[in-house]
């Protein structure tokens, strides 16, 4: 990252003020909060997959992770002990992360509690509820630990406040899919590389990664079935869709993570190897529903996600430069960036037939 980057970046977090202007920054880059059509998703008709779906509700219903978002009385030890030696500007990128993690779990959590508020069907209201459910409980935990900085978001003033993006629900279906399962494979691999090394442990947020990374798979499988319930939103012109999102969400991660070098390098993590781990198994699982994906180790494609990096580096240093230049040179490098995205979108993808069984583990 650039220094210019690094300081526009670092300079902005010390009030609650600080944070909620964050959370409700509309860039490309940050998450943002949806709604759809309800009326649509009331239609949806899951009994085609429903010996899967019954056993799926039973899980949501056993809330095996019920008393798992409570802290412990060791955890604010923790934080005084382990977090006070972390260097200012780690300090700040982890709370951009928390930040950022808290946004996308309440913009979950407010997606799925408006649907579940706006339909009659029992099926998809039930899994809405479950959903919201966890969903609250993630935002929550985030929250209390951004409180423990003096920066706990007001979630109701965002609620009201942060603008909403109006997705059919066919691109809902596809999105939320993929950032639930990302969202799966980001925990699971910091989680296995702070139980690998725990001495590289900074908060102890991370040891509640491993069954919270469970709920967010569980999400993405609710997904998963209901795509595969409407055959026809996997194949044909929708497979054009699927490339991308694909492409959209694995670039948006590697982008936005690669400006946080010095969260993955605390971990002992390189943030390249990190993002290709983390697309190696979504990849992997999105095969139960997408008939396609992404070749991630195509030299094209690894160099495409580089100089997407790169443009963005730039877009930031000329937005820091300001004036008509900085004006001129945003534009620029935003036209550069999306001819990257569009080369990116024309690299061969790889085809998988459908298996018949949908359900995948949560194995890695
Ligand atoms: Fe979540
Ligand atoms: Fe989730």
């Not at 880059?29 to 799926?56: G, H, N, Q």
């Not at 992360?97 to 407010?110: P, Q």
């Amino acid at each position: 990252m650039s220094s210019t980057t690094a300081s526009a970046a670092h300079d902005g977090l010390r009030t609650s003020d600080d944070a909620a202007r964050q959370a409700k920054a509309e860039s490309l880059l940050s998450p943002r909060f949806y709604t759809t059509d309800f009326k649509a998703m009331d239609r949806l008709d899951v009994s085609p997959m429903r010996a899967e779906w019954d056993k799926m509700m039973a899980e949501y219903e056993g809330d095996n992770n019920h008393d798992h978002f409570q802290r412990t009385p060791e955890f604010a030890k923790e934080v005084a002990e382990v977090f006070s030696q972390v260097s200012p500007e780690l300090r700040q990128e982890f709370l951009e992360f928390l930040i950022s993690s808290v946004t996308s779990e309440f913009s979950g959590c407010i997606l799925y509690n408006e649907i579940q508020k706006n339909v009659g069907n029992p099926d998809i209201k039930a899994l809405m509820r479950y959903m919201a459910r966890d969903e609250s409980r993630h935002a929550g935990f985030i929250n209390q630990s951004l409180k423990d900085f003096g920066i706990g978001l007001d979630l109701g003033d965002l609620k009201r406040t942060k603008a909403y993006t109006y997705f059919k629900p066919k691109y809902i279906f596809y999105a939320t899919y993929l950032s639930e399962k990302i969202g799966y494979a980001r925990y699971i691999t910091i989680f296995r590389q702070l139980e690998r090394h725990p001495e590289k442990r900074f908060h102890p947020i991370f040891r509640w990664f491993e069954r919270w990374c469970n709920d967010e798979f569980r999400h993405g499988e609710s997904f998963a079935l209901i795509m595969r319930t409407q055959p026809h939103l996997l194949r044909g012109g929708n497979v054009l869709w699927i490339r991308f999102f694909l492409l959209a969400v694995y670039a948006t991660m590697y982008v936005r993570d690669h400006t946080r070098p010095m969260l993955h390098h605390a971990m002992g993590l390189d943030s390249t190897e990190y993002d290709y781990t983390v697309f190696r198994i979504t990849s992997e699982i999105s095969k139960q529903v997408f008939p396609v994906s992404l070749d991630i180790d195509h030299p094209a494609f690894r160099a495409g996600m580089e100089r997407l990096f790169h443009c963005q580096t730039r877009i930031d240093e000329a937005k820091a430069r300001g004036g008509l230049i900085g004006k001129l040179q945003q534009a620029g490098w935003a036209v550069a960036g999306a001819a990257t995205f569009v080369r990116l979108y024309l690299l061969p993808v790889k085809q998988h037939a459908l298996p018949a069984q949908v359900r995948v583990a949560p194995a890695w």
